[in-house]
């Protein structure tokens, strides 16, 4: 079992930065890739980016690109999300998912991210 813990989140002003992260815990060492994803109001859950155990390979939505930063410290079994120049259509709960080899997933409960003026 693989527990995990977002944090972060909150309200800011487009072209803003937040940073989210998310420690786990638990079956860590089954880890085999971790990312983020959202869900706004009314739609669907989709994908933000994630990043392999290594770090070594990335991937980003299209709409993020160039404006989000996905990291991770193994050290510290922690991934962030570096998030620049928020756009209100980022908005929405932002979630925390690791993936095994085997393709459990596991899911953190969710940072409310908010981009208004």
């Known amino acids: 079992q693989v527990q995990l813990v977002e944090s972060g989140g909150g309200l800011v002003q487009p072209g803003g930065s937040l940073r989210l992260s998310c420690a786990a815990s638990?079956?860590?060492?089954?880890?085999?890739?971790m990312g983020w994803y959202r869900q706004a109001p009314g739609k669907q859950r989709e994908l933000v980016a994630t990043i392999t155990r290594s770090g070594g390979n990335t991937n980003y939505a299209d709409s993020v690109k160039g404006r989000f930063t996905i990291s991770r410290d193994n050290a510290k079994n922690t991934v962030y999300l570096q998030m620049n120049s928020l756009k209100p259509e980022d908005a929405g709960v932002y979630y925390c998912?690791?993936?095994?080899?085997?393709?459990?997933?596991?899911w953190g409960q969710g940072t409310q991210v908010t981009v208004s003026s």
């Open positions: 638990g079956s860590i060492f089954s880890i085999y890739v």
């Open positions: 998912q690791a993936v095994t080899p085997r393709a459990n997933a596991y």
